[in-house]
């Protein structure tokens, strides 16, 4: 019998001591989880210290856009704070940019927002001699920052009836699937008009002598440069202006 009674104390001994482990467990963790809440919420030690902008130069605009959201991550806030799928959310309704990311960075106390700009292939008048720019998947978009408002002048011009997302993709197409030999073409576009059935006209000069050229549809378009290009070089078609390339197996000049 006292051999029984010295193994159930043995026994509540270590069932007590493992409840005081497990509880002295759930101690330190609570402590640690709640020092760790209090060091991310509201512990002076990680305040954001830089708000860093990557990928454009218009820190100064993007920061307007977000302080108009009343979203604007403040040099002293608390780091944990920052609403960071929120200033994606506003950033992301600027139509001049193509894409946002954002990242606390706890080491630096920083928070670093990363943009990708829309690169324009053209503009375009639309209604209302509105002027706009396109990227290469047909997305309208206002110039807006300081590299894209430097660029407009370079950008050929195209004169567009009821611009719709996809014919605007398929002139970007026109002017990418231009040979690199032929770049003449766009870098010295005058203009390009795109008609309610997709017919293409352009304007523009070769070896400095203006050149009206006809495209049709946007379709073969390699198959129509080197139709053009294989034109231009026959010594008798040294002073035309005017290519039909509408059907390419017969081509007319004039």
Sequence with gaps: NQFYKQSQISNMYKQVTRFNSTLLTIVISLVIVSGGAYLLGWSSLLTVKNVAVEGSNSKN???????????VPEIGSRLARVETRAIMGSLNQLDWLKSVAVERKWLSRSIVIRVTEKSAVARAVISQNTLINFDVNGEIFEPTSAEQLAFQ?????????????????????LIEKI??????????????????????????????????????????IEEKSQVLEALLRLPENKEINRVDLSQPDLPIVS
């Design 61 to 71: 605009l993007l920061l307007s856009k977000l302080r108009s959201d009343d979203i």
């Design 153 to 173: 002048q370079k950008l050929p011009l195209v004169n567009i009836q009821n611009p719709s997302t996809g014919q605007l993709a398929k002139v970007a197409l």
């Design 179 to 220: 040979p690199p030999h032929m770049s003449e073409l766009i870098s010295n576009l005058i203009s390009m008009s795109v008609s309610e059935s997709g017919l293409v006209q352009m304007q523009t000069k070769i070896n400095d002598q203006l050149l009206q050229i006809n495209w049709g549809q946007l379709a073969d």
